[in-house]
Structures are given as C-alpha cells and as structure tokens.
C-alpha cells in the first residue's frame, strides 16, 4: 500500500525544546524543594506530558499535590517555556524544509504530549502551522503517550483529507523515545525512531532508525507501508 500519511511526534522530533523543558521542570520543582537531574529527566519522564511528569514526581517523592496543585505547577512551567524560547528558532536543522517535503506529498499530522499553545507558538514563529493537517496536543485525549490515544486521535482527524477512512499500516510515526514508539505501535502504525534525544539501540523496536530530518526518504516510507 501507499504511504497515506505522516505523524510526527514534536519535542525531540522537529523541535530541540527537551533541554528547555527540563529547564523549566527543574526550575518550577526546585521551588517546591524538589531537585531534578538532568539524568532523571532523560531517563523517566521526557515521555510524559507535563501533568503527568508532576504527578510521577509526587508519587515518587511522597508529595499530597491536588489536582488543583498540579495544574498550577504545569502552567508556571508553560510561562517559564515561554521565556526560554523568546527570540530564537528552536526546530531541529532541517525540521522545517522535512515538514515542508512531507506536506507537499501527504497529509501531514502532529501527535504530541506538549501543550497545544507551546506547540502552535513555535509552528506559527516558523510558518509551518498550515502545513499540518492534525495537531494532537496534550490536551486532547484522556491519556497521554505510551498510551495509543494521541495516535489513535490523530488518525480519526487526518481520516476527512484520506477520504474518509485511513488505515494506521499506512501511516508513519516520527518518534524519538521508546514511550512515543510504543504509543505509535499500539496504535498500529509503522514507526521511524530518530536519534535527536537518544541512541539507535535505545530505538531498535523501531522499523526504520534515522540520524537526522534530512534523511527522512518519502519512498523509504512507502516501502514501510508495502511490507
């Protein structure tokens, strides 16, 4: 089959924002007396959403933060993210002539755990917002990645521009982490790991591993949907 669309995942696929994300995350904890190594962050929460980051911290470290608390430590690190990223081009070298290629050949898709504001403020700075067929944000589905919900919604909104239906063994995910990987999977598409934020051993479950958006080959991804 031909390759139907692309989704990509955003922080850590088309935007370097990881290392201000833990910025902001070290910067909002160590106000409530919590410390955050970068190391941690990597290694156990760079695949959660912001929510869900906090609320692992808090189970973890035996904090009673509410929902209410929660919710509060998430938007004072979306303002910290905001400032971080003031003034500079945050996307990957080659992130956007990649989306642009894509774009140009197939629906193009984003499925994402950041905010939808964070991911729509750094789209519109680039214009690359229109390019974009579907954007899947933190905010709109019950759980976020490794869960397949993010995908699984993706699909459903690029279904009007295929037609109206879409099968996910024709679709690609962009992912650099094995969380987004296992949420593309289990929604049922082909996968790409690339190597931004970790090691091609840490993506081999991936079909396809990649070092950098330059080599993201539209017919290496149709011959993913043929298999």
């Not at 070290?26 to 007396?33: C, I």
């Not at 470290?61 to 303002?79: E, N, S, Y």
């Not at 869960?147 to 690609?172: E, I, K, N, T």
């Amino acid at each position: 089959m031909p390759l139907r669309a692309i989704v990509f995942d955003f922080d850590g696929v088309l935007a370097n924002s990881e290392p201000l994300h833990f910025q902001g995350f070290r910067e909002v904890l160590a106000e409530q007396g919590i410390a955050l190594t970068r190391d941690d962050y990597y290694a156990r929460y760079l695949g959660f959403d912001d929510a869900g980051v906090f609320q692992a911290i808090a189970e973890e470290r035996g904090a009673a933060w509410t929902a209410a608390h929660i919710g509060d430590l998430v938007a004072r690190k979306a303002v910290r993210l905001e400032v971080l990223e003031r003034d500079a081009s945050i996307l990957f070298p080659g992130a956007a002539t990649a989306v642009r290629r894509a774009a140009a050949e197939v629906p193009v898709a984003i499925a994402s755990g950041a905010l939808g504001a964070e991911i729509r403020r750094v789209l519109d700075r680039e214009q690359l917002t229109g390019c974009f067929t579907a954007i899947v944000a933190a905010e709109d589905t019950p759980f976020s990645k490794p869960a397949p919900d993010p995908y699984l919604r993706a699909l459903a909104l690029l279904a009007p521009a295929l037609g109206g239906r879409v099968a996910a063994r024709d679709c690609v995910a962009i992912e650099d982490s094995h969380w987004g990987l296992e949420s593309a999977r289990g929604a049922g598409l082909r996968t790409v790991g690339i190597t931004h934020t970790y090691g091609a051993s840490a993506l081999a479950d991936a079909d396809l591993v990649i070092d950098s958006l330059d080599a993201l080959d539209l017919r290496a991804l149709t011959r993913l949907c043929s298999r």
